[in-house]
């Protein structure tokens, strides 16, 4: 062999045993870019958003014809999100026994959804309101689908608006009373879902009269401070599963990941979950990131 051969042949080998190091290098880095994302982005995506809560929507809005459609749209294009929508045709089912046209065309479009549960709105007082007038309210709403021969036009539970958060034997009575009258009600069944709305966490004596209360209806600010505070955390004989929260004026500049932190934030403390944008009626429109906020909730 000439100098010249070993000397190639050396620094084939030299190149081989390089060419081989950095050829099982580059497939390792092949195989942890294939794997290593995908454990991590399934752990984040697991992670990231903190557990799966509802949509709860308080439909405040006229069902003049297309009215209803941002929120439908939102739940077509969202089958794994769960949406529980307040309906309130007249400070509750409205004085006849069905309600206008526009009603009852467009109710029966939101119940027909498997992803839907319509709840009936219907004022308490602070536990003042006549129990008789209340329980006629409930009843009406029950009657709607016999009433109209459509099994769709129905509600499948009662929102209480105006609960009271201090404690009194005698509101713990008629609440509890109220609720059984909801359970006793076929028609507004499966799930005959009882909803208090205190507006604010109420005396705990209350929680287990309802299987949800909202425990939150302010701005955004509040909700900051609140949270600081670790409120929701504390809430006695509470847990996330019973608790909705409301969160309304949030600023336009919490967008983006702004958003993406607060919605991950609130669905840490409750179950059913509505966030706007809108400072003043918030309940009368759909704010300019809803949609954003309902793929937050997908997430
Ligand atoms: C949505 O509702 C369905 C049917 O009640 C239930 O099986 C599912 O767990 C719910 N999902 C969420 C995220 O709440
Ligand atoms: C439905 O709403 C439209 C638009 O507000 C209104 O003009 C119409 O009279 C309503 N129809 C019924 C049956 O109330
Ligand atoms: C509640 O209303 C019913 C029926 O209108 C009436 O008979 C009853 O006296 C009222 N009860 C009270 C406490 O006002
Ligand atoms: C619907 O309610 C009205 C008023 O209470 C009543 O007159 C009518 O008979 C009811 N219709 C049905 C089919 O129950
Ligand atoms: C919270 O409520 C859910 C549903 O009722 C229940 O399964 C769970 O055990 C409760 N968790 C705690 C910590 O009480």
Redesign the pocket.
């Known amino acids: 062999m000439s100098d010249s051969e070993k000397h190639v042949s050396k620094r084939t080998c030299v190149k081989s045993k390089r060419s081989r190091f950095i050829l099982a290098t580059v497939a390792l880095i092949v195989i942890i870019a294939a794997v290593v994302p995908s454990v991590v982005v399934t752990t984040l995506k697991k992670n990231s958003m903190g557990p799966?809560a509802?949509v709860f929507v308080p439909l405040y809005i006229y069902p003049a014809p297309e009215a209803w459609a941002p929120l439908e749209n939102v739940i077509s294009t969202h089958p794994n999100v769960?949406f529980t929508v307040v309906i309130n045709p007249g400070n509750g089912p409205g004085p006849d026994s069905l309600p206008d046209g526009n009603y009852t065309r467009e109710i029966p479009k939101l119940t027909a959804y498997d992803?839907v549960r319509v709840l009936g709105y219907v004022y308490t007082s602070y536990g003042k309101r006549n129990v008789s007038a209340v329980r006629k309210d409930i009843q009406t709403y029950s009657d709607w689908p016999t009433n109209s021969s459509n099994p769709n036009l129905a509600v499948r539970g009662i929102f209480f608006d105006e609960t009271p958060q201090q404690y009194d034997a005698q509101t713990l009575t008629y609440l509890q009373g109220l609720t059984d009258f909801v359970k006793d009600l076929k028609d507004l069944g499966p799930d005959r879902f009882v909803v208090h709305n205190p507006g604010a966490v109420p005396d705990s004596r209350y929680l287990a009269t309802a299987d949800s209360t909202v425990v939150f209806e302010a701005a955004y600010t509040t909700f900051q401070e609140r949270e600081g505070a670790k409120l929701f955390t504390n809430i006695a004989d509470s847990n996330r599963t019973q608790l909705c929260a409301i969160v309304h004026s949030v600023p336009e500049s919490v967008e983006g990941k702004h958003l993406r932190s607060l919605v991950k934030q609130v669905r840490k403390v409750a179950e059913e979950v509505y966030i706007t944008h809108l400072s003043t009626d918030y309940y009368a429109s759909f704010g300019g990131k809803w949609t954003e906020f309902v793929d937050l909730m997908a997430a």
Do not use: A, G
């Open positions: 799966k509802k769960n992803n």
